[in-house]
């Protein structure tokens, strides 16, 4: 059973800098999808950015491009590099891995694209 445990959020100010983490177990993930996602207050769980490790795909949302950046390393932890955030940034950031690798944006930009989730870690963007 894949688990995926997310770490690094907290609360910066608007044009900082966020790292985000996925510990991925429980799976090898050369041949998975790795999806961030996140949910705001009063708001459905949107996509941000996903990435094919087949591949090696990275497919953003039109709202993050050119702010964030989705990696992998050579174990298993996917990162999600976020910079020039605003506090329209703020949301509880979420994780999930399927093993049907994307090959464009429309098929990994759902929740209901991905099996396994993470808990989500909160971002706090605010002055």
């Known amino acids: 059973q894949v688990e995926l445990v997310e770490s690094g959020g907290g609360l910066v100010q608007p044009g900082e800098s966020l790292r985000l983490s996925c510990a991925v177990s429980?799976?090898?993930?050369?041949?998975?999808?790795i999806g961030w996602f996140r949910q705001a207050p009063g708001k459905g769980r949107e996509g941000v950015a996903c990435i094919n490790l087949e591949g090696g795909g990275r497919y953003y949302a039109d709202s993050v491009k050119g702010r964030f950046t989705i990696s992998r390393d050579d174990a298993n932890t996917v990162y999600l590099q976020m910079n020039s955030l605003n506090p329209e940034d703020t949301a509880v950031y979420y994780c999930?891995?399927?093993?049907?690798?994307?090959?464009?944006?429309?098929?990994?930009?759902?929740?209901?694209?991905?099996?396994?989730w993470g808990r989500g870690i909160q971002v706090t963007v605010s002055s």
């Open positions: 429980g799976a090898t993930l050369d041949y998975y999808a």
């Open positions: 999930a891995a399927d093993p049907r690798p994307p090959m464009m944006w429309s098929q990994c930009s759902r929740p209901t694209d991905f099996y396994s």
